[in-house]
């Protein structure tokens, strides 16, 4: 049974008042609040088994290890991944979608005039590391357009996919406008017509409904804890094994050699050739935790209860004279973003809505380009989780209403 006082009840930061009001939080695509379970979990690791992991005798380092280990496999088996050396502990989806760049460099993949198509709703961490990529290499970035719906143009790929196109990177939902891209018909497209790798930026879709990586057959499939309930500093990394394998290392250091010399190095199986240096061991065993709590409610079930709190936040906010939805006719989940006409910077309707106790985001939300797009500085963002209520939608709305009052 899904019991929203119960689910809330575990999340004691929202038990507080802000600016004097209780808090209305909002910005969970920004990063969401972390359970008590989680919680417990990083503090149990830091007061009982805290100790480096794979390295030592002992028995702290040796449970460390093993929770660590167990961890991974509750990730494996959240996404379905066919193995758990196809999990890569990151630092988050930023790290991960970096580490596949310079892999791919490092491993002379591309050369000159090799092309890499990325969509026009990424966020600034699925745009930057592949121009790096391409200065690096002399390659060239290719954008799928989209309308003035958000609604990806995909002829595009009919038109542009070939032996050159070396990977394809999209993200699965965008986190400006809460758009669901068209994930399978992308890759059934890429499949078709090239040879490209695919990848995946989950950080949006992860912790809205469920992943399959072996059924969606992408290639690599990138997230963070931090918007999963799990702590930040940590994200996940999937890939195929048999890709993985050909890849060069993207960090050098300890714990990712099998021997080395002054004159030659050799590489550690996965999924260590990937993991240098020592790891965010604490909230790597806490992201465990944050699938068990997800779990627990159930995924469709924090699905449908999203879906809820979107269909019903868009229609009272449509309500309102002059407020625009970004992206109102697309495909969406959990995020609603949106101006009022005639009000210029939407930060002015944030600090309104913060001094109501009403958190959400303004700005650009690392997507430039769609900004420029629909020549718009920023939008007011309000994104949920499985804990928000439509009681905190209709605080949301008539926040709105006195922030267009107070600045029209
Ligand atoms: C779609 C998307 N991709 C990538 C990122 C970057 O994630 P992180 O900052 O956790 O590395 C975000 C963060 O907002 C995101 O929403």
Same mark, same amino acid.
């Given at each position: 049974?899904?019991?929203?006082? @119960?689910?809330?009840?575990?999340?004691?930061?929202?038990?507080?008042?802000?600016?004097? =009001?209780?808090?209305?939080?909002?910005?969970?695509?920004?990063?969401?609040?972390?359970?008590?379970?989680?919680? @417990?979990?990083?503090?149990?690791?830091?007061?009982?088994?805290?100790?480096?992991?794979?390295?030592?005798?002992?028995?702290?380092?040796?449970?460390?290890?093993?929770?660590?280990?167990?961890?991974?496999?509750?990730?494996?088996?959240?996404?379905?991944? =066919?193995?758990?050396?196809?999990?890569?502990?990151?630092? *988050?989806?930023?790290e991960s979608i970096n580490l596949v760049a310079y892999a791919l460099g490092n491993s002379n993949f591309l050369k000159k005039d090799d092309e890499i198509i990325i969509g026009y709703l990424e966020h600034h961490s699925n745009i930057v590391p592949w121009q790096m990529l391409c200065e690096r290499t002399g390659a060239k970035l290719k954008v799928i357009p989209m309308d003035e719906n958000g609604i990806l143009q995909l002829d595009f790929l009919d038109k542009n996919l070939s032996e050159k196109t070396k990977i394809v990177s999209v993200n699965h939902v965008s986190n400006a406008l809460g758009i669901i891209n068209p994930i399978e018909e992308i890759i059934t497209k890429v499949r078709k017509n090239s040879s490209a790798l695919m990848m995946i930026d989950g950080a949006q879709s992860v912790p809205h409904f469920e992943i399959d990586v072996q059924k969606?057959?992408?290639?690599?499939?990138?997230?963070? *804890?931090?918007?999963?309930?799990?702590?930040?500093?940590?994200?996940?990394?999937?890939? =195929?094994?048999?890709?993985?394998?050909?890849?060069?290392?993207?960090?050098?250091?300890?714990?990712?050699?099998?021997?080395?010399?002054?004159?030659?190095t050799t590489y550690a199986a996965l999924p260590f050739k990937f993991e240098a240096g020592t790891p965010n061991v604490g909230g790597n065993i806490a992201i465990g935790a944050a699938i068990d709590f997800m779990k627990k409610i159930g995924v469709e079930n924090i699905r449908n209860h999203e879906n809820e709190l979107l269909n019903y936040a868009q229609k009272r906010l449509l309500e309102i004279d002059g407020l625009k939805i970004y992206g109102e006719k697309a495909n969406r989940t959990s995020v609603v973003s949106f101006n009022l006409e005639g009000i210029g910077i939407a930060s002015d309707v944030g600090m309104i809505l913060d001094k109501l106790g009403i958190a959400v985001r303004t700005g650009h939300h690392c997507t430039q380009p769609i900004m @420029?797009?629909?020549?718009?500085?920023?939008?007011?963002?309000?994104?949920?989780?499985?804990?928000?209520?439509?009681?905190?939608?209709?605080a949301l709305v008539e926040g709105v209403k006195k922030a267009q009052r107070m600045l029209m």
């Open positions: 049974m899904f019991n929203i006082k @119960e689910i809330r009840n575990q999340f004691p930061i929202l038990q507080q008042q802000v600016n004097g =009001k209780p808090l209305v939080y909002l910005d969970n695509a920004a990063s969401s609040q972390k359970p008590i379970s989680v919680l @417990e979990t990083w503090k149990r690791y830091y007061e009982e088994i805290n100790a480096n992991v794979h390295r030592g005798i002992h028995t702290l380092s040796q449970l460390a290890t093993e929770e660590m280990e167990n961890s991974r496999k509750k990730v494996q088996h959240f996404i379905n991944a =066919k193995h758990d050396y196809e999990v890569i502990f990151t630092r *988050g989806t930023t969606l057959d992408c290639d690599f499939f990138a997230f963070s *804890g931090h918007k999963m309930y799990a702590p930040m500093g940590v994200g996940i990394l999937y890939g =195929k094994e048999e890709i993985l394998e050909k890849l060069a290392p993207f960090h050098g250091g300890g714990e990712m050699i099998a021997t080395c010399s002054f004159e030659k @420029e797009f629909f020549k718009i500085a920023g939008t007011v963002r309000a994104s949920f989780a499985v804990y928000n209520t439509l009681e905190e939608v209709d």
